[in-house]
């Protein structure tokens, strides 16, 4: 059973491009949610996607960040025009619907993002 | 979500049990204790959760007091790769809740 998987495990970019992250859930798994590390600070969560559905984008920035979840293919978190401060490490998690409703989450090995 | 605080961090020799100690005294009712933690750089790992009674896995145990206020993960027998960040979270379980992670626990392992 092949867990969470992203790609591409490293990505770096110029300022003012675009970043493309990828996430593909364990099977099974119909949650979806992205977390950023910042360089020596802890994780923090940006938003939560069902299959076409994004149901809490709270933690994610106003401008430039967006994130899909389609009916096929992976989840998918966008960032327009790049800057030095979306340096981070990007990370996926799945859930599944669990029998006790605890929906436990597993991590995909994250995508790390250099800004040049 | 309830507050949780943690040591800074904890030292533990190889072969030796780890425990690590979580306090979660605002902790609500309907909120479980998770843990996980974060091998240098990888994404986080999922150990072990409990409402009110003990938990063991293949990973780890996890002692809860009666009262909830507090928790313990034991790791029976440490090796060098359980060296990682340690994160105890308190949350309600339903879908879409957020992990919010604190600053956890450096545990290091050594020989």
């Known amino acids: 059973n092949a867990g969470v998987m992203q790609n591409p495990r490293h990505l770096v970019r110029r300022r003012g491009q675009e970043a493309r992250l990828r996430c593909s859930p364990m099977?099974?798994?119909?949650?979806v949610y992205w977390y950023r590390q910042l360089p020596e600070e802890g994780l923090k969560f940006m938003v939560y996607?069902?299959?076409?559905?994004?149901?809490?984008e709270s933690g994610m920035p106003k401008e430039r960040f967006s994130a899909e979840f389609p009916k096929e293919g992976p989840s998918i978190l966008r960032i327009q025009q790049v800057v030095r401060g979306d340096s981070a490490a990007y990370f996926c998690?799945?859930?599944?619907?669990?029998?006790?409703?605890?929906?436990?989450?597993?991590f995909g090995p994250g995508t790390r993002l250099t800004v040049t | 979500d309830a507050k949780t605080t943690q040591p800074t961090s904890m030292d533990c020799a190889e072969g030796r049990a780890a425990n690590l100690p979580c306090n979660h005294s605002?902790?609500?009712?309907?909120?479980?204790v998770y843990w996980y933690r974060q091998i240098h750089s990888q994404g986080p790992q999922y150990i072990i959760h409990?409402?009110?009674n003990n938990e063991t896995n293949e990973m780890a145990s996890l002692i809860i007091t009666e009262d909830r206020k507090s928790s313990t993960l034991i790791l029976p027998h440490a090796t060098l790769r359980d060296t990682a960040v340690y994160y105890c979270?308190?949350?309600?379980?339903?879908?879409?809740?957020?992990?919010?992670f604190g600053k956890g626990t450096t545990l290091s392992v050594s020989s």
């Open positions: 998690a799945s859930s599944p619907l669990a029998p006790r409703g605890t929906y436990e989450q597993y």
């Open positions: 099977k099974g798994h119909s949650h």
């Open positions: 996607l069902q299959k076409e559905n994004i149901i809490d």
């Open positions: 605002t902790i609500s009712g309907n909120e479980y």
């Open positions: 409990g409402l009110k």
């Open positions: 979270i308190v949350r309600v379980t339903q879908a879409g809740t957020a992990l919010i």
